[in-house]
């Protein structure tokens, strides 16, 4: 989606070494997430967002963590306390709508190995 | 949540419908049914959702059963380019978390 960016696309890392994903977005809209995609699998929480300076954990928060200044701006940090790393990861954003069921905009990922 | 059980994979030809169905006979009652689909690599797209009622776009249609426990998404003309994984997700309404809980959806070939 044109309005959210992730970078970088793809990002190699070595082991015991933290990574910080960047996740922008020009859709002016409250809500982010970060999601973690495995080879053949569904999506997993990580972090989400609902408003500046505010943050709550996913299903698999250990070893990453985030930080909401902005807006615009949702990073996420691997960090070497996560002990699998090498994964596809997913930034997301939410549209208004009644009682929150506004749909996620999605970027295009960021992939991680760790070698 | 609800959990939803979608089969792991179907096969469509091109030009014809498709129709991707999905469990989720634990729904509650202010829960909404999501389809998204997922092409190899890329994020994730939204396509449809609905509570009760039956949902058309431009993309898809959305037919909830009466008890609400199951649904399918129709592609009406298939094309290659339809080739994706396919989540079914239900969410209540009244969150304000707006999580959605990905499974392991229906990965749906289109064949010429």
């Known amino acids: 989606d044109g309005g959210i960016t992730q970078s970088p696309k793809y990002l190699f890392r070595k082991e015991g070494q933290n990574v910080t994903l960047s996740c922008e977005q020009n859709?002016?809209?409250?809500?982010m997430y970060w999601y973690r995609q495995d080879p053949g699998q569904g999506l997993r929480l990580i972090y989400y967002?609902?408003?500046?300076?505010?943050?709550q954990k996913g299903d698999i928060a250990e070893g990453y963590s985030v930080s909401r200044e902005k807006k615009e701006s949702f990073p996420l940090t691997v960090t070497s306390a996560q002990k699998n790393p090498t994964a596809f990861y997913l930034c997301?954003?939410?549209?208004?709508?009644?009682f929150g069921t506004g749909e996620l905009f999605f970027g295009e990922g960021s992939r991680l190995t760790v070698l | 949540d609800a959990k939803t059980t979608q089969p792991p994979s179907m096969d469509c030809a091109e030009g014809r419908a498709a129709n991707l169905p999905c469990n989720h006979s634990?729904?509650?009652?202010?829960?909404?049914v999501y389809w998204y689909r997922q092409i190899h690599s890329q994020g994730p797209q939204y396509i449809i959702h609905?509570?009760?009622n039956n949902e058309t776009n431009e993309m898809a249609s959305l037919i909830i059963t009466e008890d609400r426990k199951s649904s399918t998404l129709i592609l009406p003309h298939a094309t290659l380019r339809d080739t994706a994984v396919y989540y079914c997700?239900?969410?209540?309404?009244?969150?304000?978390?707006?999580?959605?809980?990905f499974g392991q959806g229906t990965t749906l070939q289109v064949k010429p």
């Open positions: 997301a954003v939410r549209t208004s709508g009644r």
């Open positions: 859709l002016n809209h409250d809500a």
């Open positions: 967002s609902q408003i500046v300076n505010d943050f």
């Open positions: 634990t729904i509650s009652g202010n829960e909404y």
């Open positions: 609905g509570l009760k």
């Open positions: 997700i239900v969410r209540d309404g009244s969150s304000n978390t707006g999580k959605l809980i």
